[in-house]
T-cell receptor
Framework: TQLLEQSPQFLSIQEGENLTVYCNSS?????LQWYRQEPGEGPVLLVT?????EVKKLKRLTFQFGDARKDSSLHITAAQPGDTGLYLC???????????FGTGTRLQVTL | DTEVTQTPKHLVMGMTNKKSLKCEQH?????MYWYKQKAKKPPELMFV???????INESVPSRFSPECPNSSLLNLHLHALQPEDSALYLC?????????????FGPGTRLTVT
């Protein structure tokens, strides 16, 4: 069984602070996605990383895929209240339809 | 257009009722999914349809019955549910047969079973 562990589980920070969320597994994934979900809404796809060591930037968000494609990180610079939500990583294996979702990180950014 | 729509947004039903959840996408995706999500937890996969055929059933109780009438529509028929089935039900779609399984989610249906 593939597992994706996220840390921390919960993070409460003030506006302007930086943070990093980690997504770790003992399994290799062919690709990994990061989603953000707001309360009562569906997850929204933020980014997909495919190549080991790959780094992608989306405005203040930086995503990295581990060299061995077993882990990933999400770094947010100068967090804003609009970044508040549940962050989920999800890994795909081969052409299988199933995604393995991480355990989730709940981020709260206050003024 | 990366939109997946779901109706209704909210649903309250009794344990003896029969209701259906609907999902639609027009992205040409041939894989569609139903997930169940409890508060503060990640989504749990229930069913996967690939080219309108059920390919994965994650041992879901028979009181949940999925249906895929065509490549754009996905239904989830509900009957004799239990209070513990109250949750956010999410539909998603993706291209099929690619190693990059980018799934696009709908806004969900908040189901309350009384």
């Amino acid at each position: 069984t593939q597992l994706l562990e996220q840390s921390p589980q919960f993070l409460s920070i003030q506006e302007g602070e930086n943070l990093t969320v980690y997504c770790n597994s003992s399994s290799v994934f062919s690709s990994l996605q990061w989603y953000r979900q707001e309360p009562g809404e569906g997850p929204v796809l933020l980014v997909t990383v495919v190549t080991g060591g790959e780094v992608k930037k989306l405005k203040r968000l930086t995503f990295q895929f581990g060299d061995a494609r077993k882990d990933s990180s999400l770094h947010i610079t100068a967090a804003q209240p609009g970044d508040t939500g549940l962050y989920l990583c999800a890994g795909a294996s081969g052409t299988a339809s199933k995604l393995t979702f991480g355990t989730g990180t709940r981020l709260q950014v206050t003024l | 257009d990366t939109e997946v729509t779901q109706t209704p947004k909210h649903l309250v039903m009794g344990m003896t009722n029969k209701k259906s959840l609907k999902c639609e996408q027009h992205m040409g995706h041939r894989a569609m999914y139903w997930y169940k999500q409890k508060a503060k937890k990640p989504p749990e996969l229930m069913f996967v349809y690939s080219y309108e055929k059920l390919s994965i059933n994650e041992s879901v109780p028979s009181r949940f019955s999925p249906e895929c009438p065509n490549s754009s529509l996905l239904n989830l028929h509900l009957h004799a549910l239990q209070p513990e089935d109250s949750a956010l039900y999410l539909c998603a779609s993706s291209q099929e047969g690619y190693t990059v399984n980018e799934q696009y989610f709908g806004p969900g249906t908040r189901l309350t079973v009384t």
